[in-house]
Nanobody
Framework: QVQLVESGGGLVQAGGSLRLSCAAS????????MGWFRQAPGKEREFVIA????????YYTDSVKGRFTISRDNAKNTVYLQMNSLKPEDTAIYYC???????????????????WGQGTQVTVSS
């Protein structure tokens, strides 16, 4: 059974930084793309950022380019989201996400997600 457990959310002032972690278990982590989505109050869940299963490619939504980076540590079965220059509009619940199929980067980019973490709150004050 695949499990994703996020950590690292919290309250930060605008311009600050946070790092989120997502620990995965239940299958061979290195074979799967991983990503992060977020959901702000009153809005739909949206794609934020993803990393390919090889780790060689990253994909971003425009609003976070230059501020957010994603990385993975296959030895620790963990994916990280480093968020810098945070803005109040980044306030949301952040969800770690993983697709069903291995060796495939397209699913996560288009939102075909089979596994979600429980979410972690990120609040950016102005």
């Amino acid at each position: 059974q695949v499990q994703l457990v996020e950590s690292g959310g919290g309250l930060v002032q605008a311009g600050g930084s946070l790092r989120l972690s997502c620990a995965a278990s239940g299958r061979t982590f290195r074979n799967y793309a991983m990503g992060w989505f977020r959901q702000a109050p009153g809005k739909e869940r949206e794609f934020v950022i993803a990393i390919s299963w090889t780790g060689g490619n990253t994909y971003y939504t425009d609003s976070v380019k230059g501020r957010f980076t994603i990385s993975r540590d296959n030895a620790k079965n963990t994916v990280y989201l480093q968020m810098n220059s945070l803005k109040p509009e980044d306030t949301a619940i952040y969800y770690c996400a993983a697709p069903r199929n291995p060796h495939n980067d397209d699913d996560i980019r288009v939102g075909r997600i089979d596994y979600w973490g429980q979410g972690t709150q990120v609040t950016v004050s102005s």
